[in-house]
């Protein structure tokens, strides 16, 4: 697999992004900048991998259009799998094949969507996740979350019945690969949501949550990058899953960009996973 070289601020400052093709106007939480450090990444890939996008309620296909329209080689460009529930709550994700062009090497990998229930002012009071195996999941969101050690994060699973290749479909509904294929991407997107709810210590447990799902499935030498660590919720949340990794005795190197420049705050991790 590609034995990626991280992103630096002096190499990611370097970079001429004036001829990178992105509409800041459409709906979606890239920027131009961010898109740089994922391009970055991406034309170090060969078509016979695959970058996973997460993009919690957020899944507009902004960052897949950026990839196709701005990667290197397109003859070389790596499959790229986004996870949502592609409907239309945050933002409205509900036309994400249209919006990238009904690309044959987009897929999706459709969640299937929490029921939540509101008080009579409108805040979340309860969530039911639904789930294939185990039956149905509830989290009483008028209570904390619960904690968590290290050892549970770094030993999360990846919730496979979420990442079954064989339905992960492009716009033609061809599968991705089959129910047995074993899904490791090599390079992970994780794009979180930094509008926080009426719930943020829920906020931040989802957060965590991704970040250690994204880790986890990781292959030795895979890499993931983490936008909006400028937040302090998310950072946190990173360092929680960073941690506990190190605690497993598992090892990565880490590279941090200001998107904005050198002098800006830094808003975007980029992950190497080693062991």
């Known amino acids: 697999m590609t034995d990626f070289v991280l992103p630096t601020q002096d190499t990611f400052d370097a970079v001429d992004s004036s ?15 961010v898109g740089s450090a994922i391009k970055m990444l991406a034309d170090q890939m060969p078509n016979s991998e695959i970058i996973h996008v997460r993009s919690p309620r957020t899944a507009t296909g902004k960052t897949e259009k ?9 003859d070389a460009m790596p499959k790229i799998v986004t996870s ?9 994700c509900t036309n994400f094949f249209t919006y990238t062009g009904n690309h044959t090497k987009v897929y999706k990998n459709i969640f299937q969507a929490p029921v939540i229930t509101n008080d009579s002012d ?10 294939v195996n185990d039956g149905d999941v509830t989290l009483d969101l008028t209570q904390d979350p619960p904690s968590r050690s ?7 699973s990846n919730l496979d ?9 492009n716009k033609d509904d061809t599968a991705l690969g089959t129910s047995s294929d074993n899904f490791r991407p090599e ?7 930094p509008v926080a709810s009426a719930k943020t210590a829920w906020d931040s447990y989802a957060a965590v949550t991704l970040i250690a799902s994204c880790f986890n499935n990781l292959p030795d030498n895979g890499v993931m990058l983490v936008n909006h660590v400028e937040y302090s919720s998310l950072n946190q949340a990173l360092w929680s899953v960073l941690n506990a990794q190190l605690a497993a005795g598992r090892t990565y190197n880490i590279s941090w960009l200001s998107s904005e ?15």
């Open 66 to 74: 950026f990839i196709i329209d701005n990667i290197a080689d397109a």
């Open 122 to 131: 409108g805040v979340p009071t309860q969530m039911v996740i639904g789930s």
């Open 161 to 169: 019945e979420q990442f079954n290749m064989s339905t992960m479909v």
């Open 187 to 193: 390079f992970v997107i994780a794009m979180l949501n």
């Open 19 to 33: 001829g990178y093709t992105i509409s800041d106007s459409d709906s979606g939480f890239l920027t131009k900048e």
């Open 84 to 92: 949502d529930f592609f409907g239309n709550t945050l933002l409205d």
């Open 261 to 275: 420049g050198a002098d800006s705050v830094l808003d975007v991790a980029v992950i190497k996973r080693l062991s």
């Open 150 to 156: 290290s050892s549970q994060l770094s030993g999360m």
